[in-house]
């Protein structure tokens, strides 16, 4: 989910904090907890720091370990620890078991929209997406924005939050309701499929698609319950040549390809060098795919320069790589 969301989530698990009797009786232990949801609800996305590393740093890592099991442990033990080391008069086990609670609450939130999370660390690398919640969802911020208001107009918190998020619970039924009719539709339509990436939009009857077969890649959307196509791509396997295995080597195509399940690529040739690009199929955008590694490779088999990450035009592309931004 996005920063403000999961916030949002923080103060909520604040609210039902107040359920808890131990916190009803001390109110510093309110206080306490509250800035323990808050920090543990956005905690695992402080590995956004790697941004300033480079991109491929960022990719290869953001949602990786820091929302992996040993590290959903650790997060709320240290954000307790620190908290408790500045009011050692609170019951720490109260502290942390709503910390904690908020750092699990993060990581079972992201699961399920397109990006994902290696939540099942250390057992799997694999990338889980459910695909069925967007990661900015409207409805659930607008609810969570509800709850605060009413909470700051007096409403319990006791009944207030259980409410919204029998509400949010419902939500997400449905919402996975929709995306295993679409994945029956396309199996219904089209033979031989395979991978299926769905990603809903803030337009409860819209969501965007991409999905594979034996030998096309098909990009496109659901619109009112009916599959419409806007990109169809063959199926090349990657060439074993010189050219391609230089370009796979590159820090910023490998961790492209250690995130992207659904990619198409190309190789683009000019008078002084070649260029190598893959791109991601899930995330087109007004015509557009967006997310992108792509290689530049001079006459003498070397790389001149490299970029992955989210671009939204072509100019901004290029501009990227004729700074020679390595990131």
Same mark, same amino acid.
């Given at each position: 989910?996005?920063?403000?969301?999961?916030?949002?989530?923080?103060?909520?698990?604040?609210? $039902?904090?107040?359920?808890?009797?131990?916190?009803?009786?001390?109110?510093?232990?309110?206080?306490?907890?509250?800035?323990?949801?808050?920090?543990?609800?956005?905690?695992?996305?402080?590995?956004?720091?790697?941004?300033?590393?480079?991109?491929?740093?960022?990719?290869?890592?953001?949602?990786?370990?820091?929302?992996?099991?040993?590290?959903?442990?650790?997060?709320?033990?240290?954000?307790?620890?620190?908290?408790?080391? $500045?009011?050692?008069?609170?019951?720490?086990?109260?502290?942390?078991?709503?910390?904690?609670?908020?750092?699990?609450?993060?990581?079972?939130?992201?699961?399920?929209?397109?990006?994902?999370?290696?939540?099942?660390?250390?057992?799997?690398?694999?990338?889980?997406?459910?695909?069925?919640?967007?990661?900015?969802?409207?409805?659930? $911020?607008?609810?969570?924005?509800?709850?605060?208001?009413?909470?700051?107009?007096?409403?319990?918190?006791?009944?207030?939050?259980?409410?919204?998020?029998?509400?949010?619970?419902?939500?997400?039924?449905?919402?996975?309701?929709?995306?295993?009719?679409?994945?029956?539709?396309?199996?219904?339509?089209?033979?031989?499929?395979?991978?299926?990436?769905?990603?809903?939009?803030?337009?409860?009857?819209?969501?965007?698609?991409?999905?594979?077969?034996?030998?096309?890649?098909?990009?496109?959307?659901?619109?009112?319950?009916?599959?419409?196509?806007?990109?169809?791509?063959?199926?090349?396997?990657?060439?074993?040549?010189?050219?391609?295995?230089?370009?796979?080597?590159?820090?910023?195509?490998?961790?492209?390809?250690?995130?992207?399940?659904?990619?198409?690529?190309?190789?683009?040739?000019?008078?002084?060098?070649?260029?190598?690009?893959?791109?991601?199929?899930?995330?087109?955008?007004?015509?557009?795919?967006?997310?992108?590694?792509?290689?530049?490779?001079?006459?003498?088999?070397?790389?001149?320069?490299?970029?992955?990450?989210?671009?939204?035009?072509?100019?901004?592309?290029?501009?990227?790589?004729?700074?020679?931004?390595?990131?």
């Amino acid at each position: 989910m996005d920063t403000g969301t999961h916030i949002a989530m923080g103060i909520a698990l604040g609210g $039902f904090a107040t359920l808890d009797p131990a916190v009803q009786q001390d109110p510093t232990l309110f206080t306490a907890i509250m800035v323990g949801t808050i920090i543990g609800s956005h905690a695992p996305d402080f590995d956004t720091v790697l941004k300033l590393r480079n991109n491929a740093a960022y990719i290869r890592n953001h949602r990786g370990i820091t929302h992996s099991i040993p590290a959903v442990c650790f997060w709320g033990i240290a954000i307790a620890s620190i908290i408790y080391l $500045f009011v050692p008069d609170v019951h720490f086990l109260h502290l942390w078991l709503w910390t904690f609670l908020a750092v699990i609450l993060h990581v079972f939130v992201d699961v399920f929209n397109a990006y994902g999370t290696q939540a099942y660390r250390p057992f799997t690398k694999r990338w889980v997406a459910y695909g069925f919640i967007s990661t900015f969802d409207p409805y659930i $911020f607008g609810l969570h924005v509800i709850g605060i208001v009413a909470w700051l107009l007096s409403a319990n918190p006791g009944y207030t939050w259980p409410m919204i998020y029998i509400i949010i619970v419902l939500y997400y039924i449905k919402r996975y309701i929709d995306k295993r009719e679409i994945v029956k539709m396309i199996h219904e339509h089209y033979d031989h499929v395979g991978q299926i990436a769905t990603s809903p939009t803030t337009k409860q009857n819209i969501w965007r698609i991409c999905f594979t077969t034996d030998q096309h890649f098909f990009v496109g959307h659901i619109k009112e319950g009916h599959i419409e196509i806007d990109d169809k791509f063959y199926q090349i396997p990657i060439p074993d040549d010189p050219l391609m295995n230089l370009a796979l080597k590159d820090k910023n195509v490998s961790a492209f390809l250690s995130f992207s399940p659904i990619y198409r690529w190309e190789i683009n040739m000019y008078d002084d060098f070649n260029e190598v690009r893959f791109v991601d199929l899930r995330y087109r955008s007004d015509g557009h795919y967006p997310f992108v590694a792509v290689v530049q490779i001079d006459e003498n088999m070397k790389i001149m320069n490299s970029y992955t990450g989210w671009v939204f035009s072509e100019e901004k592309l290029q501009n990227k790589l004729n700074l020679g931004d390595m990131v």
